[in-house]
């Protein structure tokens, strides 16, 4: 799986369990097609802590869980000093990322930030919620730096910075009039297992969440 430079959201209702396959999937399939180089994951999973079978990955810089209070500050630390280098660069050599990307020439990896339970990122770290995470997901895409979170509800994210998230990824619900929020087209997915709803450029559409695996 791959995914234009964006930040994202996954809304999961009632459970995460497939949300944390998506997530599997994501960085399995990014892990073995891209060296340290070329992307650099940073976890925060505030659900399961599954995503911490991934830390001795190259590509992953760290997998924290909510104890990790100091780590997780500096991660939003280090990822605005990250963003501010990153601006002068480009305002030094003109460009921007995604054309360094299209043309092989990026002097930076893509960094994607996963947080897994954005309720509890927003409970347990309200002054990085409130302060911080809307500054940096304002304009980080532009600069290669990705965060994707994952809520057990719509209400999860704030509406303000919600608009910061043009990307929805939706997995089953209990009620099919959550999707017209955020879908243009009335679609609702089967009921089979790991379904969920995305918009792409031609549209809504439906898919299965899978594990990635070898081509026979």
């Known amino acids: 799986i791959s995914w234009n430079p964006t930040a994202s959201t996954l809304s999961n209702i009632p459970t995460l369990s497939f949300s944390v396959l998506l997530f599997s999937t994501m960085i399995y399939s990014s892990i073995i097609n ?63 990322f995604a054309a360094d990307v299209r043309k092989g020439s990026s002097v930076f990896p893509n960094i994607i930030v996963i947080i897994h339970g954005i309720e509890v990122f927003r409970e347990t770290f309200s002054v990085l919620y409130d302060e911080t995470l809307g500054s940096i997901t304002r304009s980080c895409f532009k600069y290669g730096i990705d965060f994707v979170v994952t809520s057990t509800t719509t209400s999860g994210l704030s509406y303000a910075l919600e608009n910061n998230f043009p990307q929805t990824i939706m997995l089953n619900v209990n009620d099919p ?40």
Do not use: W
């Not at 995503?51 to 869980?65: N, S």
């Not at 879908?183 to 792409?200: A, D, Q, W």
């Open 34 to 96: 891209h060296t340290e180089k070329e992307l650099n994951f940073y976890i925060v999973d505030l659900g399961s802590e599954k995503l911490r079978k991934y830390y001795r990955a190259p590509q992953v810089g760290d997998v924290l869980g909510i104890n990790d209070t100091q780590k997780i500050n500096y991660l939003f630390h280090m990822i605005d000093a990250e963003i501010s280098k990153r601006q002068k660069y480009y305002s030094k050599n003109g460009g921007d």
């Open 177 to 216: 009039s959550e999707y017209e929020g955020y879908f243009s087209e009335k679609m609702v997915p089967s009921k089979n297992p790991g379904r969920g709803l995305l918009n792409i450029e031609s549209g809504c559409v439906e898919f299965q969440t899978a594990l990635s695996f070898e081509e026979e």
